[in-house]
Structure formats: structure tokens, C-alpha cells
């Protein structure tokens, strides 16, 4: 409104103080003003939200992205890592679910290795009862690939 009232005005004192008024009444006499006003506005309107739309695009797409490359991490087999997220961030809470599944996933994958490490040993000492050598190289073997996959994970 003000900007209208700046270019009205400069017209309205332009006709007061020249020696012929504009002619008709149809209402065009501050028309072009009034558009000029209005295309002003819009432009700082559109420039508002562009730049409230920008805020909210890096809000969002910085904890996404850090997300995004966590779970590739996980899906790598890395389990050593913990996201943190700011307390502003919008996905907060999902950071911190993902990180107590992970948590747990390694506390699994610990208890797991315990087990599997007791087996071990069992086996060891059991190679000296009456195992077949059939059945001790199936243990070995066992035993060897649950080492090996135990491997793929980063504890």
C-alpha cells in the first residue's frame, strides 16, 4: 500500500501542478501506478518465500542426507558408529531410533560372537574325544564361517 501512495503522489502532484488535468474518468488515471505498486509487491513477496522455502529445504535435506549416509554405513556393516543431530533438526527422533537399533544390533551381534567364540572352544576341546574327522572338519567349517561373517560386521 505505501508503495502505491509513493507513486500516486508523484502523478497526483505532477497533474496538480501541470496546466491541463488528464482527461476521462474511467478510473486509468493512477492505473500504471497501481501496477507498478503491485508488481513490486509480488516480487518481495516471491523473494520472501523463496527464501523462507530455501531455510526449510537446508533444514531438511542436511539431516537427510546425514541419515541417508548412516544407513549406508550400516548397510556396510559398520555398527561402531552413533548420528547425532542437532535438537533443532526435524529428524531428531528418527537419529535417535536409528541409533538405539544399532545399539541393540550390537549387543545381538556381541552375544552372538560370545556364543560363537564358546563354540570355538568347545570344538577345540572336543577334538580330542571320538569325533569322526568327518564330523570335526563340519565343525571347523561351521565354525569358520560364522567367524567369517561375524567379520563382515564392525563391532
Known amino acids: ?25 474511467d478510473g486509468g488515471f493512477l492505473w500504471n501506478e497501481m501496477l ?17 522455502a530455501r531455510k526449510l529445504f537446508v533444514q531438511i ?24 543431530l542437532r535438537n533443532g533438526d526435524e529428524f531428531k527422533d528418527f537419529a535417535d ?13 556381541r552375544l552372538i560372537k560370545k556364543a560363537g567364540d564358546q563354540l570355538t572352544d568347545s570344538a577345540r576341546s572336543a577334538s580330542s574325544l571320538n569325533f569322526s574327522e568327518k564330523q570335526l572338519r563340519e565343525i571347523n567349517r561351521n565354525l569358520h564361517d560364522l567367524e567369517k561373517s561375524l567379520g563382515l560386521f564392525k563391532i
Open 36 to 52: 507498478y505498486a503491485n508488481a513490486i509487491v509480488v516480487v518481495f513477496i516471491l523473494a520472501f518465500f523463496g527464501i523462507i
Open 97 to 109: 531410533d536409528l541409533n538405539r537399533m544399532v545399539e541393540s544390533l550390537n549387543e545381538r551381534f
Open 61 to 84: 535435506q542436511v539431516p537427510l542426507q546425514k541419515i541417508t549416509s548412516h544407513i549406508n554405513k550400516i548397510e556396510g556393516g559398520d555398527l561402531s558408529l552413533s548420528l547425532s
Open 1 to 25: 500500500m505505501m508503495t502505491f501512495n509513493i507513486f500516486a503522489a508523484h502523478k497526483i502532484d505532477t497533474a496538480l501542478y501541470s496546466m491541463h488535468l488528464p482527461s476521462g474518468s
